[in-house]
T-cell receptor
Framework: GAGVSQSPRYKVTKRGQDVALRCDPI?????LYWYRQALGQGPEFLTY????????KSGLPNDRFSAERPEGSISTLTIQRTEQRDSAMYRC????????????????FGPGTRLTVL | SQQGEEDPQALSIQEGENATMNCSYK?????LQWYRQNSGRGLVHLIL?????REKHSGRLRVTLDTSKKSSSLLITASRAADTASYFC???????????FGAGTQVVVTP
């Protein structure tokens, strides 16, 4: 079946503009994660959801960043008043096993959205 | 901040040789996972080892975990050109939730 999809794949914006990044998880996956990856580094956790509930947002850098998953499927990561330091690859992942239950979560990653803030 | 550190940062080998990379982490974990990232593509899960396990195999991959030293190693045997990628270890402090990644080891396998 289809994997995790993200859109757009590339986004170039000007400083101060708002951007919305979309993630469509694997069908049936109840946990959804957002990570940010700088060049030459590993992904850095931002936030995650179980169904529609945001479980952990400790990785969001500041209040310009927010995420939602209103129907427990597609998620949107929004960055308001973008700054050049927000430029990075934003990756979404999903997992099948609901977080908090027995089992270990293998996370399936999407191709990412490359955000460039000019 | 990142939990793990991989060593070496880069590794260049010839096809058929074995590749070994190490991961050290700072705090206690529930499980440790290894992921591969090909150039310009997404991350692919390779293997998961639980904190109460010491060694695990999957195909040509062998992972060890030493919780007393807070370290793990990934061995790829009989490497192929298609193994060229960046390899990341990721730790989880619970059986669920966020992963904390290291900076990765870049492996180049030449024919």
């Amino acid at each position: 079946g289809a994997g995790v999809s993200q859109s757009p794949r590339y986004k170039v914006t000007k400083r101060g503009q708002d951007v919305a990044l979309r993630c469509d998880p694997i069908s049936g996956h109840v946990s959804l994660y957002w990570y940010r990856q700088a060049l030459g580094q590993g992904p850095e956790f931002l936030t995650y959801f179980n169904y529609e509930a945001q479980q952990d947002k400790s990785g969001l850098p500041n209040d310009r960043f927010s995420a939602e998953r209103p129907e427990g499927s597609i998620s949107t990561l929004t960055i308001q008043r973008t700054e050049q330091r927000d430029s990075a690859m934003y990756r979404c992942a999903s997992s099948l096993v609901p977080s908090g239950l027995a089992g270990y979560n293998e996370q399936f990653f999407g191709p990412g959205t490359r955000l460039t803030v000019l | 901040s990142q939990q793990g550190e991989e060593d070496p940062q880069a590794l260049s080998i010839q096809e058929g040789e074995n590749a070994t990379m190490n991961c050290s982490y700072k705090t206690s974990i529930n499980n440790l996972q290894w992921y591969r990232q090909n150039s310009g593509r997404g991350l692919v899960h390779l293997i998961l080892i639980r904190s109460n396990e010491r060694e695990k195999h999957s195909g040509r991959l062998r992972v060890t975990l030493d919780t007393s030293k807070k370290s793990s190693s990934l061995l790829i045997t009989a490497s192929r050109a298609a193994d060229t990628a960046s390899y990341f270890c990721a730790t989880s402090q619970a059986s669920w939730g966020k992963l904390q990644f290291g900076a990765g080891t870049q492996v180049v396998v030449t024919p």
